[in-house]
């Protein structure tokens, strides 16, 4: 354990506010070793939260948290801020079932007044916090911190555009570490760049400070007539200041002094939001997170002193690198495929594609909307574009779906990763919705890999689908270690396939929960209960042959699927509804996610909560059967 002598005393952040401000360094150093032996422990996010240690102790130092509100983008970077609002005592359970979230929430402390864990929402939110403030004719402040890479997503400039006629007290800290999960992309990023590295700028700072401070102004004013200076001298004005705000820095955010200055002088800002734009180190007092190229964004348990991540045991690759892999390989057959990410070129497996292809993949920047409609210009061209965003993600471009690509048909492939439950990283990031919100979109081609092979004929099948849009879903996490064929042939469209013969149940399982429905059937197949197991592939256009043979054939049909109410099931149930077929007493199940957001825990505990393991498939039919959901005891009906 490090020694945490100072830390120890501070149970909120009213405490903190009483440390002289000489020892405020000391804290943060003492925040950083807790927070490094925390992570280590756990796995989560690490380099974010080391380079924001001393902007979250001066910032509690300098505002009246929770009265002011402070609000984290992302929320991944709010570890130390955990440490120092009352949580400490939990980190060691961050991430885990019942423990503490991976990011800013409500729920879990007055000090989280707003819950992110998507980019890009802390402007907009802090906007509202302002708007209810001046309508109350309160006087407290508003804080938005924001990272260089979040600037690169849209709602960033919404909010920015609309700020300064909406308020005039609003404080945005940017902090600028260079670095997204990859290296930022973009004009705003080199923009960001020009603006640190601008010696002029600086030296003209420090000449103007030294000024001021001659002139004897009181120590505030001295500060922000230095800025005003350097602006107009060199810069004649930022972006920034042309949308509104008041442009502060750049400044080292890892100078306390620095740091409690700027803070207590923004506060005195009245008539313009402000934004104080800080360079920090991501991964910052942490050699090994330092040097490694990712800045230790996210990592498993490791060992302190060397910094080595557990390893995952060997065993199949995940299905994010079969995507990357398959695409290298139907990419060399054909010159028109292009890989698009938003920012995730790693988390998505195109950091592969990137190496094999570099001028035909691109990474636009935390910009889901941008990349949708970016991906549909380039299918409206001819081009075989391939969009790999998560589920959860791709819910920001969701309009651009339906009013870019499916609206005009046009052939735009998505590769729809980290689709069902996703462990640690909880519900903001749980792919939940994607099957009903591409479903229900007309002349959409959508696809469920239940094993990797069978991703890796999807991924081929996209490709061929020239006149659609289409899009496959598939887990996050390890395959299953089925062979991938030599030979990747397109399925037939609309076809799923039956994987066990049976005659009294049918287990129609949509995407990767097939494994468990088998185990469900073995199951069923020992209380003498004949079960088939068939794996429907697409939601859309479903098989409607299949589904008409199922329901007429057995006694009950269950479907299976990793996704909320209102997805695959619902489908079939309305199909079967206009077909009629309910009314003949069939008895049909939906397995679905539960009808709530569903908290972090290990993926087996959530898919048993969920009741998607195989033990609830198997009683979910016994149950439909009229039987013991245990025991199997009962009579089937004749
Ligand atoms: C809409 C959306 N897309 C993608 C992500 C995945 N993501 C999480 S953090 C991150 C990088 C954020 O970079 P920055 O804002 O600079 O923060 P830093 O980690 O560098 O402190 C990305 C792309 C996300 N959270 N939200």
Redesign the pocket.
Known sequence: MPATPLLDTIRTPADLRALEHRRLQELADEVRAEMIEAVSLTGG?L??GL??VELTVALHYCFDTPRDILIW??G??AYPHKILTGRRDRMRTIRQGGGLSGFTKRSESEYDPFGA????TSISAALGFCVARDLRGDDNHVIAV??????S?GMAYEAMNNAAETTKRLIVVL?D?D???AP?VGGMSAYLTKLVTSRTYRKVRETAKKVTEALGAPIHDVAKKAEEYARTLVTGGTFFEELGFHYLGPFDGHDMNQLTRILANAKLYKDHPVLIHIVTK?GKGYPPAENAAD?Y?GVAKFNVVTGEQAKAKPGPPSYTKVFGQTLIRLAEQDDKIIGVT???PS?TGLDLFAERFPSRMYDVG?A?QHAVTFAAGLAADGMKPFAAI?ST?LQ?GYDQVVHDVAIQGLPVRFAIDRAGLVGADGATHAGAFDIGYLGALPGFVVMAAADEAELAHMVATCAAIDDAPSAVRYPRGEALGVPIPDELAPLAIGKGRVVREGTTIALLSYGARLADALKAADRLAAMGLSTTVADARFAKPLDEDLIRRLAREHEVLITIEEGAVGGFGAFVLHFLAKEGALDCGLRIRTLTLPDRFQDQDSPAAQIAEAGLDADSIAAAALTALGRDALTGEGEARA
């Open positions: 996010h380099g974010a380079g924001v983008d992302v991944h970077q864990a998507h980019a890009a924001i990272g260089d890479g979040s600037m997503a902090n570490n670095m997204s999960i930022p991501k800045k964004h938003a920012a995730m988390g935390i889901e998560y993600f920001r």
